[in-house]
C-alpha cells in the first residue's frame, strides 16, 4: 500500500479551497458604473482610469501624485478624468512598450486588438502622415508599438522563460481590477498584474536599469512600495486576507534584457500604506473643497540637510566661521 503525504494533501486542498474563495468574489464588469466592492473581471484598462465607478474614484497613480510629501494635487487634478478642462491626454512610447509587455509575458488575450505596430512607411513621427496616423489608431482605441519594440517584448519573454522563480510570481488572475469604497466615501481601484492564490503578490516593471541601485531608485522615485501597499489593502479589504510578501520584477528592454527580482521589506509596505492613506484623505478634502494646491513645501524656509551640513562641517578647507 502506498504512503500518503498527508501534508501535501492538506496543502493542495488549502490551496484548492483558497482558489474557490477567491473566485467568489469574481464578477465580469457588465459596463455599468461600479457600485459595490468586488474583483472586477473584463473591465478594459481605459475604463479603469475613467468614470467606471459610481462616485468619484482614484486608483494607484493618482495617489502617488498626491501623497505627501513630494506629491501636488494640482497636478494630479490637471490630468484628472474628473476635470472637464484636464490636458489632453498623449500616449507614451514607454507606457506603451510596457503595457505590450505585460500582455504577452501575463498571457493575456487580445495582443492584436489592443496593440498595433508602426508600418514600415514610417519609420519614426517626424513626419505629419505618420502623426496623423497615430492619433487616428488611439482613436480606435489601439496601442501604437514602434517596430523595434516587438523585438524588445521577444527578447524579454524569452529571457525570463526559463527562470522559474520570475515566471511563477506572475502565476494567477491576470489583470482583473480590485475596486472598494474607501471610509472617506470615494471608490478606490487597484489592478495587480495577477492575483495569487497564495498571498505573495508581484508586479511587472521594464526598467533602463535593472542594476540593485537602479531598482532602489526606481521604488522610492515612481513610489512602486506605494503601489503594492494599495494591492495589498484592496486585497484584504475586498478578499479579506493578508498579503505577506511583496515583490517586483524588474526587467530591462535593452539587450541582453538582465533582470532583477526584488522583494520590498515590510516596512516599506506600512509606509506605502501610510502615504496612500495621507492622499486620500486629502483626495476626498479637495474634491469636497474643490481646491486642488499646490507642492505642500510651499512658502516653507529651505533649509540645509543633516547631509549637506556634515559636508561643509567635513571639508577641511571651509572655515569654521564665516568671514
Not at 135 to 157: C, H, N, P, S, Y
Amino acid at each position: 500500500m502506498t504512503d500518503l503525504d498527508t501534508d501535501a494533501m492538506q496543502s493542495i486542498g488549502a490551496l484548492g479551497a483558497k482558489m474557490v474563495r477567491r473566485q467568489s468574489f469574481v464578477r465580469i464588469w457588465d459596463g455599468k458604473p461600479i457600485d459595490k466592492p468586488g474583483v472586477i473581471s473584463g473591465l478594459p484598462i481605459d475604463a479603469y482610469h475613467s468614470d467606471c465607478c459610481s462616485g468619484p474614484s482614484i486608483s494607484s497613480s493618482g495617489l502617488r501624485e498626491i501623497a505627501p510629501p513630494d506629491g501636488c494635487p494640482l497636478k494630479y487634478w490637471d490630468n484628472s478624468y474628473l476635470n472637464p478642462d484636464r490636458a489632453p491626454l498623449v500616449q507614451k512610447d514607454h507606457f506603451t512598450l510596457g503595457q505590450a509587455v505585460h500582455t504577452l509575458l501575463l498571457g493575456e488575450d487580445g495582443f492584436r486588438e489592443k496593440f498595433v505596430v508602426l508600418p514600415e512607411e514610417f519609420p519614426d513621427y517626424k513626419t505629419k502622415a505618420a502623426r496623423d496616423w497615430r492619433d487616428e489608431q488611439i482613436k480606435q482605441g489601439k496601442m501604437v508599438l514602434r517596430r523595434d519594440a516587438i523585438e524588445q517584448i521577444e527578447g524579454m519573454a524569452n529571457r525570463v522563460a526559463n527562470d522559474r522563480t520570475f515566471v511563477d510570481h506572475l502565476r494567477g488572475d491576470i489583470e482583473r481590477s480590485i475596486i472598494y469604497q474607501d471610509r472617506t466615501g470615494v471608490w478606490v481601484k487597484a489592478r495587480p498584474d495577477s492575483i495569487p492564490a497564495d498571498t505573495v503578490i508581484a508586479d511587472l516593471k521594464t526598467t533602463a536599469d535593472a542594476s540593485e541601485r537602479g531598482c532602489l531608485n526606481a521604488i522610492k522615485k515612481f513610489g512602486y512600495y506605494m503601489q503594492m501597499a494599495l494591492i495589498s489593502t484592496a486585497i484584504h479589504e475586498v478578499m479579506g486576507y493578508q498579503v505577506t510578501d511583496h515583490v517586483l520584477l524588474f526587467i530591462e528592454p535593452k539587450r541582453p534584457h538582465a533582470y532583477n527580482i526584488k522583494p520590498l521589506d515590510n516596512q516599506y509596505i506600512w509606509y506605502g500604506k501610510r502615504q496612500n492613506r495621507a492622499a486620500l484623505n486629502i483626495f476626498a478634502e479637495c474634491l469636497q473643497s474643490g481646491f486642488w494646491p499646490t507642492y505642500y513645501g510651499s512658502g516653507l524656509s529651505a533649509a540645509p540637510s543633516d547631509f549637506f551640513e556634515k559636508q561643509i562641517d567635513n571639508e577641511p578647507s571651509i572655515p569654521a566661521e564665516a568671514a
